[in-house]
Every structure is written in structure tokens, then in C-alpha cells.
């Protein structure tokens, strides 16, 4: 964390000043804004936060409840969205109250004594080390706290306005917000009044009922595969060896549990197989009492037993996999002909188990990818095109989820008599680990990611996929770091610059782009960083230079990797680092030892791949990204 560049600071520092709208924020919802979000669910909140790094951007999220959500239904967090916290700047926070996964134990009958389950194995949960975050459990209500504070903390102050509900809404094309929302008090002195509220876009974020999605003619289409679970939070005592551990449990008489720990040592969630849904039910399952899930329960987990104490919240679902035709409110006939005025995130968009812990971490990305594109083309930094990329990166990820999750919520309701193998469901939990961990989120090719023509330069590294960090020495203080973790959401492009073999201070290709990427009126700073703003205002440029730290000096080191900031014009020094002889980034990650410059968005995806002879291509890359800034 850096801070005191714009002079001294002895409060928390996480609480950055605020800035335009963030100055004079009225308490009152306005009847203009830039950006209405509707919902302040995962994909609502982190959009709200996102956006709150653009101070001049007006966003308000309105919310039905009349305070924050309490009990949240989600509560698996994968390494992907820890990452993303990271980036949010409470990944450390979060995990340190979170319950942490580390292994997952399999149960099935026990050969011998069929009426008994036995573990069948213990794998290890991440062991090919997708990821340095941890896989995590913690309540939904905490991730939306943290949203809320780096919601609040970040320079435009904004919070939830609770007790709005989304009532209608109807594109005008009329004026600078062409968008018309009506809203009903949901709570206080006004309830049941309405107000309509103008913006420039919407965000509707309102779950999988979402009335924005029903007000630009979206539907979700899928099928319901009448296999029905009752879930419940408990406090509990019980014989059952694993209650710590995540575990999936398959019994011989065909019913299935998935045990998932919760946070605070006692808590845990159960899914408890109530099996096929006669045709015609009209979800009369919904109705079983929970007692009956718990006689469920005890008979799966035979020979132990399970005493349950308290239950702190309980659900009887259908599985359901259902997705949106598009994720905005132009139709296929009008797509290059408008832009969007309206998006659909999260819930909204798609639905499907709760078994594979995704949910949550989908919409969150959902969310972000929003976020960030409305912060720049509201901030005059891209052109309204690139919002179209929105439903052409999302959809594709929600398909491919809808997918994933119907193979793993049909295998995990088998009976175990129709298994393969006892092992089976292991298998496929090891095999397709990186999926649900969120890494194999891949974007095609657009505005904002190249085709691949120097893809093996940083292999390492793959084009549309998000960058996976290594570790460097910062050679400012000579700390051993993770070069990704200081990539925060603060709506900004990072290029990293790795060098040529030559030693700094020497002629390099490195320094010959350093002077170009510093000094040239074609370079991305030169074309479109606003006038008189810092040169890292748009691009936070980082050097790795394959030597060990003794050999790098920061005197020898360009100009351009050593970027001045803030009022006082203070030198950031900590932009630099050398290689972990014993930890090679360029060995890791695949790097070039003729170097190679990795362009990533706001997001974590890598964008391009170029050699550092190929300024021509970044020029061009960013002209086609972003708009020239105002002179």
C-alpha cells in the first residue's frame, strides 16, 4: 500500500480522499445519475465499488431490504475471488475470519457393510497450486460489508440507498439519460410511494426474479432437472469424523450429502439429498420440514449421528440451470446499431446449483467487468463501443458455468450404485479443479483483448485469461513480493515491461522502450493521459529485470519505471523489481529472455502479449481500447 504522495497521513489509510462526486455526496437519492445500480448483491456491490474510483462519475445502488442483508445464502469463495478482494484491498481481512479449504474427503459405502459409509479419500484441494489465495467459506453478508466499505472508502463515497424497489424502467433515447427507472418505497414513512429516477445506464443486479431483466425483454430459458436438496445451517453435535472438512458423502441407499464447514469453528452447512421430484409437484417439495431433512440427514451418515442444536438458516431447492439470451437490452437485430443502456449481472443472468460454489464468484466478475467499462467510458476514457463487449465476455462464461454445473450436480445426486468407480466423484473434483476455481475464464478476441501473434513470448501468460502472479524482489526495499498483488481496482491498465537480458544502465531494448513509452508522442501516455495528471494516472507501468536484486541499482534504471506523482511531484520508487534466482519469474511464467511487454486490463486479464520492439502495436492496441485524451 502506498500512501502520503499527496502529503501526510496518519489516519487509515485505506480511506482514500474523496474527490468529485465523493465531495458533496447528497444523502438523498437524486433524480439524475450516471449510473443506477438496482440490487446490492455481490454483482451489484462490487460494481458500486468499482465505480466509486471514478469520483466523477454519479452512481447510486438502491436496495429493496431495509439495511444490509443479514444472512447470505452463498458461501464458497473461490481462489479467483479472493484474488479479486485482493485486488478490493480486504483479501487479508476476509481471510483471516473465513474457514479455510484444504482438503475435501470423499465418503462412500463401505464394501463390507453396505448400511455404513467409510471415507474413500482425502485429496488435497488446490494440489497443483492454481492459485497462492486459499479457497474460502464465509457468509455472503460479510463479502457484501467489505464491498461496502471499499465502496465507501474509495474517493466517490457511495453506499446503498436501501428501501427502493425496482418498480419499471423504459429506454426514452431521449436526452443524457435516456434511461427512465421507477422505483417504489419498499420502507419508512414513504412506503408504497413511487419516484422515477433518470440515468445514463443501469445495472440490474436484483437476483434471479430480476425485474430489470423482465423490463428489456429478457427471459431465463433452461430446464429443471426435478432433483430437489434441503440445505441448512447449523449448530450441531455429531460423531462424524470429518465434520471439519468439506466432504462429499454418497451412501448406498442412493442418498448424498455435500458437508461445506462454515466460519467461527461450529457453524456448518449441509445439502442434504431429498431425491427426484415427482412430476406435477408444483414444488410442493419446498414445503418438507426440516425435520425431515434432518431424519435425511442421519440416515446417509449412518453409522453417526447427527444432533442438531440450532438451525441459523434453511432452503428446499430444485436444481435449476437456466441463462439469458443476452446480458443488456439490445437485441441481436439492433447490435451495432446502439449501444447498451442497460445490463444484467449475476442472478439475473444465470442460474443454476449451489453445490459447485459459483454463484457468487460468477456474479462478482459479472460485476466487475461492468464496473470498470462504465467508469471509462464515463470518464470520457473509452468510447461507448466498448460496452457491447460486456455480454459478448460474460454470456460465454455463464454458458460455459450452466455446463460445468450440470455435470457436477447430476454426478453428486448418483446413487452411489451407479457410479463408475468409488472414485468417481473425486476424480471429477481433482480433474476440473481450475474451472470452479474461476481460472478458466478465457475472453475471444475484441477491443480490449489482441488476437495472439506473440503469445509465445510470455506463454505463461495466456492472451483473454487473467494474469497469474509470480513473485520478484521489489528492489526499492528488497522485499520477495507477488508482483500481481499490487494490481488494485483502481480502474487502471497495468503494462509490464520484462527485460532484455542486458543489465540496467546498459543499451537494452528495454531502455529503448522505456524512452519511447515515456518521451514519444505516439505512446499510450502521450495520447491518452489527461492533461495534467500524474503519468500513472491511466498506466501503471512495472519493469522485472531478469537480474537478482544486487545487480539492479534504481539510479540505472529509465526514468519511465520511476514515474513522479501527486502535488509535491514525489518519486515512486517501487514500480522496479529483479528476479528470485530460486523463484525465476521468467523461468514461471515463460517469459522471453529477449523480454516481452504483458498488457493487462482493469480486471486482471491479460490483454496483449508484444515484444519490446512492437511499440507500433502498443500504440495502435490502445487507440483501439481507449480515446484520445482532451487537450
Known sequence: MQFHHHGYVSTDPRVQPAAGIGLDRPAELPDEVDV??????????????????????????????????????????????????????????????????????????????????????????????ISEFPHLIVNQARVLDYFAQAALNAPGRVKPDYGFEFAGLRVTGEGEHPVEVTLKHSAGERLGEERVIRAKYVVGADGARSGVRSAIGCTLAGQSANHAWGVMDVLANTDFPDIRTKCAIQSASGGNILLIPREGGYLFRMYVDLGEVAEGDNRKVRDTPMDEVIRRANEIIAPYTLDVKDIAWSSIYEVGHRITDRFD???????????????????????????????????????????????HVLDGRADAALLDTYSLE???????????????????AKPASELGSPQEVAEFYTRTMEFPAGFMTEYESSMIVSGEPHQELATGFPIGKRFKSARGVKVADTNPVHIGHFHTADGRWRIYAFADAARPGAASAIADWAEWIQRDPSSPIAVHTPAGADTSALFDIRAIYQQPHGEVDLNDVPDAFKPVVGPFELVNLENVYATLPEEDIFDIRGISRDGAVVVVRPDHYVAHVLPLTATAELAAFFRGALLPAAR
Not at 345 to 366: E, F, L, P, R
Not at 394 to 412: G, P, Y
Request: aromatic content about 8%.
Open 36 to 129: 443506477l445500480i438496482v440490487g446490492s448483491g455481490p454483482a451489484g456491490m462490487i460494481a458500486a465499488a468499482q465505480l466509486a474510483q471514478f469520483p466523477a462519475v454519479n452512481v447510486r445502488i438502491v436496495e429493496r431490504r431495509p439495511g444490509r442483508l443479514e444472512i447470505g445464502q452463498a458461501d464458497g469463495i473461490q481462489a479467483r475471488s479472493v484474488e479479486t478482494f485482493q485486488a478490493f484491498g480486504f483479501a487479508e481481512s476476509i481471510t483471516a475470519e473465513a474457514y479455510r479449504i484444504t482438503k475435501m474427503s470423499f465418503w462412500g459405502p463401505d464394501p463390507d457393510d453396505r448400511t455404513r459409509i467409510i471415507r474413500t479419500s482425502n485429496p488435497e484441494d488446490d494440489p497443483a497450486g
Open 329 to 375: 437490452d439490445v437485441t441481436p437485430e439492433e447490435r451495432g446499431t446502439r449501444t447498451p443502456r442497460v445490463f444484467i449481472a449475476g442472478d439475473a443472468c444465470h442460474t443454476h446449483s449451489a453445490k459447485a460454489g459459483q454463484g457468487m464468484n460468477v456474479s462478482m466478475q459479472d460485476g466487475w467487468n461492468i464496473g470498470w467499462k462504465l467508469g
Open 394 to 412: 460474460r454470456q460465454v462464461v455463464a454458458q460455459n458455468l450452466i455446463d460445468f454445473d450440470k455435470e457436477w450436480s447430476t454426478l453428486m
